[in-house]
């Protein structure tokens, strides 16, 4: 059996989990910002609309 602690904890954790997981809803494309040492990195990665 789980306490009721327990339970309003994993609603808490799975809610707080759902602001990280957001998306680029609708686009297809991949953004990504990151370092490469000393530079500033900005890809966008568009996969084509059909695979021929």
Same mark, same amino acid.
């Given at each position: 059996?789980? +306490? &009721?602690?327990? *339970? *309003?904890?994993? #609603? %808490?954790?799975?809610?707080?989990?759902? @602001? #990280?997981? #957001?998306?680029? !809803? /609708? +686009? =297809?494309? !991949?953004? %990504?910002?990151? +370092?490469? /040492? =000393?530079?500033? %990195?900005? !890809?966008?990665?568009? &996969? &084509? *609309? @059909?695979?021929?």
């Amino acid at each position: 059996m789980t +306490s &009721p602690a327990r *339970l *309003l904890l994993t #609603l %808490l954790t799975a809610l707080a989990m759902q @602001a #990280l997981a #957001l998306a680029h !809803v /609708g +686009s =297809p494309d !991949v953004f %990504l910002e990151a +370092s490469a /040492g =000393p530079y500033r %990195l900005l !890809v966008t990665v568009r &996969p &084509p *609309l @059909a695979i021929p």
